[in-house]
């Protein structure tokens, strides 16, 4: 910047530069008064490395009319520096049959353009991808993506190699993981084998056995099977998760005599994906008691006593028949005989053996006396008909209560009152109001009184500015039982 400082105005004639690769790039002659000034721009340009030297030469006609500047400057060669986002990539423990990637990002940090060469990667299991291979800029960016993927179980380490034409090539990016087992499933039991030994034709025999899951993964049975005649399986679970059981129940209902070979298989998708346990049995023929079937019908209770019952309500009992024998009982009726009692449930039930039936019995007496009669059970069992005796008595219902109610007095006030409230309690000296408004009346009717029960009873005052007065002395009124 140039400035006339002077008193009369200055012509600039001309302007020169002197050295290589300096250049004027702005800046003209121009006429400048007192206090003013103008600007040239000089512009260096190396070609290549190293000092360079020039000069500014301004002319004018100023009192010293040449001017000259000396102008200096160092050419330097453009760098290229590839800076990783990281050195390492640590990609831990990766299920072998699985993989894990990790980024790396590269920046061009010099001042110059880099070009990406050839890129190798060393390592069991590592493999890359570049998001781009195009040359980068200053501060561009280019990313690699490595995958882990081991096949193997153990610690594997390897190296990312990047080649360039930046200073610092080739650049290296350690990698190391561990390639782990995959979870693995495994069905086991410590039964190998089940035997029923003797089993009577006609009487199933049922063992059952334990499954668990001994792996570290989940384990889905999907099909419990029994093979060899009279044997039949069935599980109480499918899934399980590790250290977990299932129960595993065969059993044998053989239909002739004989031994019987078989196995159980459990399917699953546990690595023994087939469990299979031998199965051995021997039918044998019932012995003469064996032979037929006993049923026997077996009540909860030999009688039924209701006790007192007033007339005119009912009480119900009940009573649970039981197939106390080995063969099925059905049961064909089920009556009463008796005044006043009934009895429903039970007929047309066939049960199974150690299944039960349950009768409700009803007393409703239609008269105060003794009642007596008979429950009557009739079926297939040995025991064809039971006869349950039935005892009750009807009493007569005592009349109703007499409703009482207490009438109040007392003397008005003396002083100037708008009206009166009444209290009342079950004890003295924890009395409530009875209603909300004040009576003007000096008597007051109680009808909401419980027989048998003892009230106490106050009365107050009441003026038109809402004041009350204090509790009169207070009586106790004990209402008759009847």
Do not use: C
């Not at 495994?186 to 059952?208: D, M, R, W």
């Not at 040995?382 to 007095?409: D, E, F, M, R």
């Amino acid at each position: 910047m140039l400035t006339n400082t002077g008193t009369t105005s200055i012509t600039i004639k001309s302007i020169g530069i002197s050295g290589t690769n300096f250049s004027v790039k702005s800046g003209a002659a121009v006429i400048l008064a007192p206090g003013q000034t103008t600007t040239i721009t000089v512009m260096f340009t190396p070609s290549s490395a190293g000092s360079s030297q020039g000069t500014l030469t301004v002319s004018s006609d100023a009192s010293d009319p040449t001017m000259s500047i000396m102008l200096t400057g160092t050419g330097v060669a453009p760098s290229s520096q590839l800076s990783p986002s990281s050195t390492t990539l640590t990609f831990g423990n990766v299920t072998v049959g699985s993989s894990s990637s990790m980024p790396v990002v590269l920046t061009d940090q010099g001042t110059a353009n880099v070009t990406l060469g050839t890129a190798t990667i060393s390592g069991s299991g590592y493999s890359f991808t570049a998001s781009s291979t195009a040359p980068l800029s200053p501060n561009g960016t280019v990313t690699y993506t490595v995958k882990f993927s081991p096949s193997a179980t153990g610690a594997s380490t390897g190296t990312l190699t990047i080649n360039s034409d930046a200073t610092n090539s080739p650049l290296n990016i350690t990698l190391s993981g561990t390639g782990t087992a995959a979870p693995s499933s495994q069905l086991t039991t410590p039964t190998t084998s089940l035997s029923f030994g003797n089993v009577t034709v006609g009487t199933p025999a049922t063992k059952t056995l334990t499954l668990t899951d001994s792996g570290t993964a989940n384990v889905a049975i999907s099909a419990v099977n029994a093979t060899g005649s009279g044997f039949s399986a069935s599980a109480s679970g499918t899934s399980l998760t590790p250290n977990k059981t299932v129960t595993v129940s065969v059993t044998f209902n053989p239909s002739k005599t004989g031994s019987v070979q078989g196995t159980l298989s459990i399917s699953s998708n546990a690595t023994n994906s087939v469990v299979q346990i031998p199965l051995s049995a021997t039918a044998v023929a019932p012995t003469s008691s064996q032979t037929q079937p006993q049923s026997t019908l077996t009540p909860s209770k030999t009688s039924v006593g209701f006790g007192s019952v007033t007339v005119g309500t009912t009480v119900s009992q009940s009573v649970v028949l039981t197939d106390s024998g080995t063969a099925n009982v059905t049961i064909s009726g089920v009556s009463t005989q008796g005044s006043g009692f009934s009895a429903s449930g039970g007929t047309n039930v066939t049960l199974t053996p150690n299944g039960t039936a349950t009768i409700t019995v009803k007393f409703d007496p239609a008269s105060a006396a003794a009642a007596s009669g008979t429950l009557t059970i009739t079926s297939n069992a040995t025991n064809a008909t039971l006869s349950i005796p039935l005892t009750g008595t009807g009493t007569a219902a005592p009349p109703p209560a007499t409703q009482h109610s207490v009438g109040l007095n007392w003397q008005a006030s003396t002083s100037t009152v708008t009206g009166y409230y009444v209290y009342r309690g079950s004890s003295a000296s924890n009395v409530t109001k009875l209603f909300v408004s004040a009576i003007s009346a000096t008597n007051y009717t109680d009808s909401s009184v419980t027989n048998g029960q003892t009230y106490y009873y106050g009365v107050t005052s009441v003026d038109s500015n809402g004041v009350e007065s204090t509790l009169s002395n207070e009586v106790s009124v004990t209402i008759p039982s009847q």
